[in-house]
């Protein structure tokens, strides 16, 4: 008589049982590991924000919200075409502080080695970026209240905001610990504090005159500000030729 394992049983008979992971819900409140862990474990779930340790979770992205999303993404991504050093991220997790574990609609930094403000932490980016984008409906919404103050807090230098109900768009500078607005110029236009070149007409932007909003764009692109800029970035020591 053998006295063997029998192979034809259910390996899963000899195995530990599964840790249960409880499901991530809107208005949890959680700190940013157990956040992190229920979120990893909801792979069906695309988007949801850990916002001064409280849980937010998105509806389905809507057309409103899609459409300009896009044109954010385009206008920062020209942006970063033309400037070596600066990274961009799409809907892209940051490991914030411990309470706050926001996925913004975009940012810019400027890389780590670069003397960038925010930090390779595993997967994510942890720390402050230097400037955020942010889609909302409206003035009503988190992203104008909780999340920019902890943006504001954590040292976000710039935060933009397409306001899409109210047809506006705002963006603050960071000043001496609180957000400023920047003003327009004669023309119209915000120029960027942080990244020179950086330049918007929000009335084309939110016209969706992509033409018109691609024009300024490269009128910033090839302003002296912004050679500066790139050679700035060209003469720090972790620049690689």
Known sequence: MGTGVNSSADPAAFSAPLEHVPELYAGDRLTRVEFERRYSAM??????ELIEGVVYM?????????????????????????????????NATIRL???????????????????????????????????????????????????????RRNGVREYVVWRVEDRAIDWFVLREGRYDRIPLDAGGVYRSEV????????????AGDLARVMAVLQQGLASPQHAEFVKRLEQQPGHSS
């Open 97 to 151: 502080d411990l309470d706050n574990e926001p996925q913004p609609d975009a940012f810019l930094r400027v890389r780590p080695e670069l003397g960038g403000q925010s930090r390779d932490d595993e997967k994510y980016v942890a720390g402050p970026p230097e400037l955020v984008a942010e889609v909302t409906a409206s003035s009503a919404s988190y992203d104008l209240h909780d999340k920019l103050h902890a943006f």
């Open 195 to 206: 990244f020179p070149g950086l330049w918007l007409d929000p009335a084309a932007l939110v």
């Open 58 to 90: 998105p509806s389905p992205v809507s057309r409103e919200h899609a459409g300009p999303h896009f044109c954010v993404v385009l206008w920062l991504g020209t942006y970063v075409l033309h400037t070596p050093g600066v990274e961009g991220y799409d």
């Open 43 to 48: 792979p069906q779930v695309k988007k949801a």
